[in-house]
């Protein structure tokens, strides 16, 4: 039997899977020793990878209103289409919205076709629910998009502070990961801030159980306590940073004591953060998913650069994204507000990209980020939506909202694997895509390691890449010679060439020589960094242990950050606080893991966490049937009593869709604020009422 080498299609640890064809359609599926994310390790969704490879509810024909047709009609079809909406309404008219599950090479053709040629920047794509925060505040800081640190930092540090991070169930290899080194390292702590009792806290010496939302208010009074207790780290501020000043006093301004935290709780986190160096703060979701993210992330950069405690082993701010491509978007330019190749939309780099895709259509302006393009779908604004590898009808807030939207949407595309999902239904032009088994490419993980996907099934019925699906829109309007690709290496070599294209001495990336791989080099690609720094061997492959930040001045810059509450705040109506996540078996809207019945044993229903104060208020009892009732929709779960969650807070699972229960679509419920800078959702904090249902 051949082997397989190839990654993960979850989250954004990118562990390396090794997969064994069985020949009648299955696959053993084990984790790669060699792989640097994970050397062999696989959480349980990992290992029931063989579990979700069958040909059930696969889209294998492309359809147009239900109705199969040829690739040929569907093809003419679609770029028939943009045609006329282009023509009539102007490029603006035509969105995309892409998928952190798309391959480095898919997202970069879609990037290509809708900003190069199309002349629209209105595509984005669902990593902006995840990390869109996250990349506005590495770009304010650090004058660009730089996940500045490794996995093995937290191997390495002698403090681990997870912000709004479910590490155990969310990123279930880096956590094995931390836990071994916590028991091999018995001086090493870890500090879990989240407002819930999560698995995480099971290795944790100190649970911060903040107030939902007071994040900055906790790290505004770290800033605070480090610079009064001496902990500046005052050569490294000196050289290379700027704006200290006027961050301490936006941040003295404030009370860490608003966090609802007890004032010893408080002091030795400020003193274990004091007196130790090597110390990574990792974030995730519960700092990125809310009106103040980006305010957030500086707050806690702003904690490393005092310190000066960045690319250098065991420490530093670290973002970990939730999706197994998320970073290959940002590579490519997939947000509404990037170009390709790390660039935004500055006069030299339009110019750069423009000149190097030879094309005088490049779009000259940022587009809609995700939330305000699905409102211009419903306001009719945009009349042409290619949705591809993702299902925001059941993952986007105020989803039933964009079901409206899509519904009333000249013409609705979309690019899936599978037949049967809230979005699927929802489209009216369905074009069968390959799935994670059959797909060839890249993808790149959080800590910038970029690993191959490998296919070790063949394509079933007429399913095709996503790559191919748009070249083949792009050659019939026209741009065929841009888009000449004959397999995905051709994709990458002009990815990395893009990046490489006049770039030297401005980005101090190390290309290598990526950009001449030729295909058989492609074929057995290893995982590696990349972007790396030049000056790689001084600071282990991370960024700015030495200063050197990508500002003008190579200095980064402290953000002040004010203390801002939540959007939308409980009132007498709507008392208590929603907050969404993910269980540890289940993944987005269970497309995949649905199929796998031992990964549905461990949540076999959807449930509501409930304090036991808030249940007795509601006469609820673990078992009852609850609506959520927001001011934006309503979803039903059933109740479960934990004193897990605060009280006046309650968690629901995200996974569960009209599609797989009709009425427990959690983001129905769910308010459509967004972050001002990043447009990120608040996805953590919706005002509910909780009311009891009678049992049928
Ligand atoms: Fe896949 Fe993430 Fe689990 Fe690794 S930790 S096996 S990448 S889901």
New binding site residues.
Partial sequence: MTVVATT?P??G???GVMATPDGMGGAKIEGDRHHPA?RGR??S??AALGETLSLEDRLLYPEIDGQRVSWDAALDHVAAGLRTVIAQHGPDAVAFYVSGQLLTEDYYAANKLIKGFLGTANIDTNSRLCMASSVAGHKRAFGSDTVPGLYEDFEQADLVVLVGSNLAWC????FQRLDAAKRARPRMKVVVIDPRRTETCDIADLHLALRPGSDVALFNGLLTELHQRGATAADFVAEHTAGLDAALAMASAGDAGTCGLSAADLALFFDWFAKTERTVTLYSQGVNQSTAGVDKVNAIINCHLLTGRIGRPGMGPFSITGQ?NAMGGREVGALSNALAAHMDFAPADLDRVGRFWGTSRLASKPGLKAVDLFDAVGRGEIKALWIMATNPVASMPNADAVRAALAACDLSIVSEAVRASDTVDACRVRLPALAWAEKEGTVTNSERCISRQRPFLPAPGEARPDWWIIAEVARRLGYGDAFAWTGPADIFREHAALSAFENEGTRDFDIGAYATLDDAGYGCLAPFVWPAPTKAAATGGRFFGGGDFFHVDRRARFVGTPVRPPEHAPDPEHPLRLNTGRVRDQWHTMTRTGKSVRLAGHRPEPTVDLHPLDAAARNLRTGDIAELRSRWGRAVFKVHVSDAVRPGDIFAPMHWTAQLSRSSKVNAAVNPAVDRLSGQPELKHTPVQVLKLPVC
């Fill in positions: 993960c979850y989250c640890v990118g562990c994970n696989l959480c969704k990992g990123h279930p290899v880096l197994p």
